[in-house]
C-alpha cells in the first residue's frame, strides 16, 4: 500500500503500511538507536525483539498515571548517557501512551532526535500516529503539557492488532467514526460509515480504513497543524470525553470516552437546535450507542469531578465551559466557549438518561 | 527606532527596541496574563511593576542551578489555577536563565501560550531573546532538555543594562563580538570591530549595536532556524565555553566563557594550519584577551571535568569530540567532529599559557 507523506511545520515525514512484522528487521541494524517499548508489547513480539541488547533497551510502563515528566526523565537519563548525541535515533513502540511519552522525550531532548514511531493499538494506528502532538499529564491535569513535534517515520502494522484486546479495539472505533462524521456529508452518507464500522468489526479492509482515517486528520493539520483554528473541530466528542477518561480513572478508554462525548455534545447541539432531533437520535441508535460495547458504571459518572475536569480543558478561554459540537444537519463542527454551568448540568442529565446509567 | 519582524516554523513575531520603560505601563493592564520575573530585577525595578496584584506574580530564583524541570514545574502550577487555559499571557522579565526557563513552560504548556519577554540583561537583549531556543540543564548535563518556541513579543530596553554588573556587561561583548566575526570580512574589517566593543564599553550607541547583532543572527535563523546547518556555527567559542561554564561552576558567565572558547577554537584552527599565526595573535590581542575581564582561577580549568564536558556536548556524533572553528584568514566558521582526545589535550595545555593560568 501507498505510503503517505506528511507535511508539518516541524519536519515532513512518512507512514509506511506494512503487511507484517519483517520490517523490524530492518530497524534492529540501525546504528545509534535505542528502543524504548510497551513492556506488554514487547512481552507479546518477544521473537520481534529479542535480538535489541540490554543496553538499547527500554520496557515501558504504559499506563496513563505514568504519562509524566517523572518517566520522561527515566528516559532522557537512559539516553543521555550514549555517546551519541543529537544523532541518535529513538524508536518507540506501543499505543498513545507510549507515543505521548517517548515524542515529549524525543522533541525536547537535544532540542529534538530523530524518531521512529510504531504505534501497536488501533486508536494510534489510526488517528494519534500523525498529527505531531505530544502529550503528558501534570498533577491532576489531563494532558496539559506537551508540544507538536511528529516522528520522523512511522510503521502501522494491523498485525499488531490480532493481540489488542475488544475493548481497547472499540477506542479506536470511536476515533475512526469521529473523523467519518467529520468528513461525510451527513445524512446521505451515514449508512456508508456505518458498513465501514462493521467491515473493521469482521476485520475486513483495516489497513485501507486506517489509512483513509489518516488522510482525513492530513487534510485538517495541512492547514492548522499547531491547532489554532480548524484543528480544533477534532475535539468533536473529546470535551467531555477527556473529563469522563478522568472521571472513570481512565477505566473508560479514550475512543469510547469519546463516543459517549459525541453523545453528549449532540445533546448540546440539539437542545440549542442546531440539530433536529431525527439526525440526533440516528446518529446515537445506529452509531454511537451500537459502539460503546463495555459496561458503563455509575461511579464513572460523578458530577462534581467531571464539572471540574470541563474547567480545566485547555480549550478553555474564559468563565463558561468549552465544547465542539455538531451543527446542521451536515455534521460540521463547531467549537462553543459560552456553555455554562447551568446548561452543563441539565445536558448532562439528559446524557444519564441515554446512558440508561442510574 | 524600526522594530526587526523576525519569521518563524513556529509563528512569526517581533521585536520592540524602546528608549525607556513607559511600555510597561500598558502590559500591567494586559487580561489574563501572568508576570514571572527575576526577583533581583523585580527588587530593582520595583517602581514599575508594583501594580502588579500577587495571584499574577511569580518571582523567580533566576540562577543556572535552578534551570531545570523542578523550577518548569513550579510555573506550570501557579499558571494551570488561572481559568483562562491556551488563551493565557505569560509575560517574563530577566536575563538568559529566566528566558530559558519561561520559554520551556510557554511552549510545553497547553501545546504552547503567548508569551512576551522582556531582556534584562545585555546578553539576552543582543542573542539569546531572539532563535527560538529553550534549555535546561538535567543531572550534571548542561542545556540539553529544550526546544524551539520564539517569545510572540520582544520588548528590548538598554534602561535595564544601568543596573547590570560589569562581569555580566562583559558576558555580552563575548557574544557581540562572535557574531561580529561571523559577519564581517577578516582582517580588512577587524578595526571596525574593535571599535564597535569601545563604543559599547563607553555605552555609546546600545540600541544600534543590539540592533545590528539581531540582524546577523536573524540572517542565519531565517534558513536555518531548528539548528540543522548553518546556525550551527553560532557554536563558535561555544564547545568549550559550554564546557568551561561547567568546569568552573558557573562563575565564568556565559559570553566571557564564550570568549575564552573562541580564542581555544583559534588554538585547534592554528595548530591545523586553518588559520595564520598572524591572524590568531592579532585576534588574542586587540580583541579577545582585553575583552575577558575577570579574574581566572585554576581552579575553573579542571581538564578532567572540561573533557566530561566536552563528550557531552549535544552536538557530538560520534567517538571524538565537536568543535566549531574559525577557517582560513576570513572568519568563516566550520564544525568539526573530529578533535581527537589527544588533540584536546594538546590544544588545551597551549590555552592555559595564553591564558597565563598557572
Known sequence: MKSLNI??????????FKENLSFIKTLL??????????????????????????????????????????????????????????????????????????????STLYRGIRWIFIPTTFLAQADSCIGSKTSLNFKSYKNIIGGFYPPHQIYVAPKFLQTLNKKDFYS???????????????????DKI????????????????????????QEYIATDEFDTGKRNLFNY?????????????????????V?????????V??????????????????????????????????ENILLESMKNDKKRVG?????????DNDIRAKKLDDLSFSEFSKTYSQLLKILEIK
Open 7 to 16: 507535511k508539518s511545520n516541524i519536519h515532513n515525514y512518512q507512514v509506511d
Open 29 to 106: 541494524k540501525l546504528e545509534k538507536a535505542i528502543f524504548v517499548i510497551d513492556k506488554n508489547v514487547y512481552k507479546l513480539y518477544k521473537k520481534e525483539f529479542k535480538n535489541i541488547s540490554k543496553d538499547k533497551l527500554l520496557l515501558l510502563d504504559a499506563i496513563e498515571e505514568k504519562k509524566t515528566l517523572k518517566s520522561v526523565q527515566k528516559i532522557y537519563e537512559f539516553l543521555a548517557k550514549e555517546d551519541a548525541k543529537k544523532n541518535i535515533t529513538l524508536i518507540s513502540v506501543g499505543g498513545g501512551i507510549t507515543q505521548d511519552i517517548t515524542g515529549f522525550v524525543a
Open 172 to 190: 479506536g472505533i470511536g476515533e475512526v467514526i469521529k473523523f467519518a462524521l467529520l468528513k461525510e456529508k451527513y445524512p446521505k452518507n451515514i
Open 194 to 217: 456505518i458498513d465501514m464500522v462493521e467491515s473493521l468489526k469482521a476485520d475486513k479492509n483495516q489497513l485501507q480504513i486506517i489509512r483513509k482515517t489518516m488522510s482525513v486528520k
Open 237 to 257: 466528542g473529546h470535551c467531555f470525553g477527556h473529563a469522563l477518561e478522568n472521571a472513570s480513572h481512565y477505566k473508560i478508554p479514550h475512543g469510547i470516552a
Open 259 to 267: 463516543t459517549i462525548g459525541m453523545i453528549y455534545a449532540n445533546i
Open 269 to 302: 447541539s440539539c437542545e440549542r437546535g442546531l440539530i433536529s432531533k431525527k439526525v440526533f437520535n440516528k446518529l446515537n441508535n445506529k452509531l454511537l450507542l451500537p459502539n460503546i460495547y463495555m459496561k458503563l458504571k455509575l461511579s464513572y459518572f460523578d
Open 319 to 327: 468563565k463558561d465551559l468549552t465544547i465542539v459540537i455538531a451543527v
